[in-house]
């Protein structure tokens, strides 16, 4: 090629460049994100004799609760729940308000769940009559919030629940958009159903997913999807208000949090963070300005493939903390047939993961698990 055609190449593209911008609507504001160099993992297999529940007759179930011989459900992929009975699915139940997304789920009391559904906001589900209901709408404004993406949530009692809002700025047909972007604006809420009120308990988060209050009641912690980090925010006593950093720099990102019956604390990986594995995402994450280029021009549904491609490595990995942000030990499936892991419900006898992208439940014996 000539000169000439190299100079038409680039004016052409220059043009193009400045008219996509010129074509967006949005107003893209990446922000610089710096990645520390993944942990280094010692490998294990405590993973590999998962019992493989309801295999293809269930999509995507990012969050279960377990009651004795009954796991209840939601699906992340079309918003439906699911009474399952020794094993078996008993009762499917639609959701009333057309496409959902479920990812978080916990009892409210002896008659009800609340769920956060991503798409519609916070529910109330009574498994046994099949009725659903709005408790928190998505888009709605309570006091002067609008609730986006509700995550996960945790019950302070009866009549209090907190729960995450991942990205105040997108809802989530743009969940690609919030993750290019990576602008820490992710909130926790406490919402009080009685009285309808709603108050901001921190924001300022990196992709807030999975939370968890202490089994002392004084403070809760927050994943950090998008910061490979889990945050520490006390809610009662002296430390009232204060926030820190319990884990940083996680081998993965991690999705909820749940306790285990022996004290400690469950984190399920959504996604595995390897030193060697160079992830484009992490990359780009120091050059905003390139994100910028990419979200112009790039339809959402791309960048929200890509980020799940780059963090959904073939390498199922759940990890355990004591109460002060100690890591005890990481559960691992290094051949990858539980992988992607969002949940783990532990009843005392066994482990059951949950995911936010599988069609199935697995179990694991926890006497497996030294
Ligand atoms: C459980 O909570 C829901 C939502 O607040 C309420 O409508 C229901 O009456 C409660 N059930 C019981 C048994 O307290």
Redesign the pocket.
């Known amino acids: 090629m000539t000169q000439l055609t190299y100079g038409k190449i680039i004016t052409i593209g220059l043009i193009g460049l400045v008219f996509g911008m010129y074509l967006s609507s949005y107003n893209f504001e990446p922000q610089i994100f710096i990645w520390d160099v993944a942990p280094e993992l010692t490998s294990n297999d405590a993973l590999k004799d998962a019992k493989i529940l309801l295999k293809s007759k269930i999509s995507a179930p990012e969050s279960v609760v377990v009651e004795k011989n009954v796991i209840y459900t939601g699906s992340a992929s079309d918003g439906n729940f699911f009474k399952i009975v020794d094993e078996q699915i008993e009762k499917t139940i639609n959701n009333p308000f057309g496409s959902g997304a479920i990812f978080g789920l916990r009892r409210?009391?002896?008659?009800?769940f609340?769920a956060a559904d991503m798409i519609n906001g916070i529910l109330?589900v009574n498994f046994e009559t099949g009725n659903i209901r709005h408790?928190i709408p998505s888009g709605k404004e309570i006091h002067n919030f609008k609730i986006s993406m509700t995550n996960d949530i945790d019950i302070i009692d009866?009549?209090t629940i907190i729960f995450t809002d991942t990205c105040s700025k997108w809802d989530f047909s743009k969940l690609g958009y919030c993750f290019f972007e990576h602008i820490p604006n992710g909130r926790v809420f406490k919402y009080q159903?009685?009285t309808n009120k709603l108050e901001l308990l921190i924001d300022e988060l990196y992709f807030p997913n999975g939370l968890q209050i202490l089994p002392d009641r004084k403070s809760i912690l927050i994943g950090e999807l998008w910061a490979a980090r889990i945050t520490q925010l006390y809610i009662e006593g002296p430390k009232k208000n204060e926030r820190k950093i319990f884990a940083d720099n996680l081998p993965g990102f991690s999705d909820n949090i749940r306790l285990s019956t022996h004290g400690t604390i469950y984190v399920a990986m959504a996604g595995v963070r390897q030193p060697t594995a160079t992830s484009y995402l992490e990359t780009i994450g120091n050059f905003p300005a390139i994100r910028k280029v990419f979200m112009q021009f790039l339809p959402e549904i791309f960048l929200k493939i890509w980020v799940f491609l780059q963090y959904s490595i073939q390498h199922g990995l759940v990890l355990e903390y004591d109460t002060n942000g100690i890591l005890i030990r990481t559960l691992q499936d290094p051949t990858g047939v539980v992988n992607r892991i969002s949940h783990v419900a532990d009843d005392g006898e066994f482990l059951y993961l949950g995911s936010y992208i599988n069609d199935f439940i697995a179990k694991i014996p926890k006497k497996n698990i030294a």
């Open positions: 409210l009391n002896k008659t009800d609340v109330v408790l009866e009549d159903i009685s």
